[in-house]
T-cell receptor, first 114, second 114 residues
Framework: DARVTQTPRHKVTEMGQEVTMRCQPI?????VFWYRQTMMQGLELLAY????????DSGMPKDRFSAEMPDATLATLKIQPSEPRDSAVYFC????????????FGPGTRLTVL | QQQVKQSPQSLIVQKGGISIINCAYE??????FPWYQQFPGKGPALLIA?????SEKKEGRFTISFNKSAKQFSLHIMDSQPGDSATYFC?????????????FGKGTKLSVKP
């Protein structure tokens, strides 16, 4: 059963610290998305990649957030320095090139910045 | 700003009843309209989706009704069950479902009372 995996599942950190979240997309999927979920804003796109190339990162605060895909099996989202307003659940999703319209979501990383 | 507006925010239905959630969109370039279901502590999972060339799609107890001229679509859950209690998100995309970002509604928390 192919799934998107995310690590860590939970992260508590102090303001100013660096946070790195990792995502392993489903093997063979060519698009990877990072979404953030908060009570106030709901689900929002932060960035996405197609064939490892960044296509849209307009949803990310550029001064503190960065997203990369060092290879086809790993996507990372970094926050440096973290702030309390970054507290949220961060989801990674992946999608296949053909055969399905579905974006498959991972279980999320719940981030708390104190 | 591309938006998808969803209502109601919360919904309480008796077991066996019909749950109806509505969404409206603005951008006529959207060509894919999925509904996602999310249980607490889990990532969103695709429930059912429709493209604008059809007015209705049914999968089991779940039906999407689509009104292109009104730019509205809705989810109907027939014979609602307590296991359907979850948060439901409508979404829209301009590039199909797997190759472009999803614009989400704010979500509807459904509670089905036994």
């Amino acid at each position: 059963d192919a799934r998107v995996t995310q690590t860590p599942r939970h992260k508590v950190t102090e303001m100013g610290q660096e946070v790195t979240m990792r995502c392993q997309p489903i093997l063979g999927h060519n698009t990877v998305f990072w979404y953030r979920q908060t009570m106030m804003q709901g689900l929002e796109l932060l960035a996405y990649f197609r064939n490892r190339a960044p296509l849209d990162d307009s949803g990310m605060p550029k001064d503190r957030f960065s997203a990369e895909m060092p290879d086809a099996t790993l996507a990372t989202l970094k926050i440096q320095p973290s702030e309390p307003r970054d507290s949220a659940v961060y989801f990674c999703a992946s999608g296949p090139r053909t055969g399905s319209d579905t974006q498959y979501f991972g279980p999320g990383t719940r981030l708390t910045v104190l | 700003q591309q938006q998808v507006k969803q209502s109601p925010q919360s919904l309480i239905v008796q077991k066996g009843g019909i749950s109806i959630i509505n969404c409206a969109y603005e951008n006529t370039a959207f060509d894919y309209f999925p509904w996602y279901q999310q249980f607490p502590g889990k990532g969103p999972a695709l429930l059912i989706a429709i493209r604008p060339d059809v007015s209705e799609k049914k999968e089991g107890r779940f039906t999407i009704s689509f009104n292109k001229s009104a730019k509205q679509f809705s989810l109907h859950i027939m014979d609602s069950q307590p296991g359907d209690s979850a948060t439901y998100f409508c979404a829209a995309s301009m590039y199909g479902g797997s190759q472009g970002n999803l614009i989400f509604g704010k979500g509807t928390k459904l509670s089905v009372k036994p």
